[in-house]
């Protein structure tokens, strides 16, 4: 009687790994700018004629869900730590938050940070002026972390209670057992709906064109006006779209699959 081979186990994530992901995942984008440059000066009018306008616009998309996504990750982290408290003071904050922002569009919330915020501000003394990039920011920013509060929130509950009880056993305090034991079991169960609300957040940020912020959208929308032609235009943006979200998926796929080893 053959005994069966051992398959080789593959290594859970690591520092180095994280890092060789996220210079992979960089570098794949930096190629599909430049083989979206060249596709698209290939092109005839009115695409090849602007296609750098397209670029700039497409990297304003990518640099807004980067730096919105990873704002949206730490607000979601802390709201939906807050929503599991038993302190209701503690829950609050987090539920209001939380009841707001998913119960109101995201064109307002874009509109209402970039013209009411400011005067908002400066009428109790602070001086704060917000550029389209800026304000975009925020709004995406919170808009995705009260979705990733939810999600967070889910991924904690699911946790047995034991493993907290465990950890108190051995001395660990609330906060201890949270970020050592809680959370890090939590955050790889929901990796695939953040990961999902990530790319949500990509086009979603197509939204920020409402306040004259040039990315991708904005970016056809003019080409569209001056050349009259719809059609190319609005099928070029589309495409572009697709290969972001497609190089996005292709990358969060290879972190969930990573996570999962890392879990068993």
Known sequence: MTTPKATPRQQPMGGGTLLLWFGGAAAAFLLLFLLIT?????????????????????????????????????????????????????RLPASIFIWLVRGTPLLVQILFVYNAVPPLLKGIGIDIELNEFWSAVVALSLNVGAYNAEVIRAGILAIPPGQGEAAR????????????????????????PLVNNLVALLKDSSLASSIALLELTLAGSRVSSESFEPIPVLTTVAAVYLALTTVMTLFTDQLEKRVKVGSR
Not at 38 to 43: G, K, S, Y
Not at 174 to 192: D, E, F, K, N, Y
């Open 38 to 90: 060249v596709i698209l000066r290939q092109m005839p009018d009115p695409i090849g004629p602007r296609a750098d306008l397209f670029v700039e616009g497409a990297r304003m998309t990518l640099q807004l869900t980067v730096v919105s996504g990873l704002i949206g990750l730490i607000l979601g982290v802390i709201a939906g730590i807050q929503r599991t408290s038993a302190l209701w003071w503690v």
């Open 169 to 192: 056993s051995l001395g660990l305090n609330g906060a201890q057992t949270m970020s050592t034991v809680v959370l890090p079991q939590a955050l790889r169960i929901v990796v695939p």
